[in-house]
């Protein structure tokens, strides 16, 4: 089994999750860059097909926009820590 991990620089889009393109969640109170498993999350559950396919096209158009995550990954282990 394979498995490929993506890295998308900068995104702030909402957070969703589309099964079998047929049944989806969307995140409604979430700011992506601040996720915790500590704060309560509101959760949009719907099986409209038109809302399933709209994100399921959403997720592939960013995901044919994200870099590799091992590319990232060398990409940041040659800048070094951040400077303070």
């Given at each position: 089994m394979g498995m490929e991990i993506k890295h998308l620089d900068g995104?702030?889009?909402?957070m969703f999750f589309v099964f079998d393109k047929k049944i989806c969640m969307t995140a409604i109170n979430v700011d992506t860059r601040k996720v915790s498993l500590n704060e309560p999350v509101s959760v949009l559950w719907t099986d409209d097909l038109t809302y399933a396919n709209y994100l399921a096209f959403t997720f592939?158009?960013?995901?044919?926009?994200?870099?590799?995550?091992?590319?990232?990954?060398?990409?940041?282990?040659?800048?070094?820590?951040?400077?303070?």
């Open positions: 995104y702030s889009g909402i592939e158009m960013l995901w044919e926009q994200a870099i590799s995550a091992e590319k990232r990954i060398r990409e940041l282990l040659k800048e070094g820590p951040p400077q303070v």
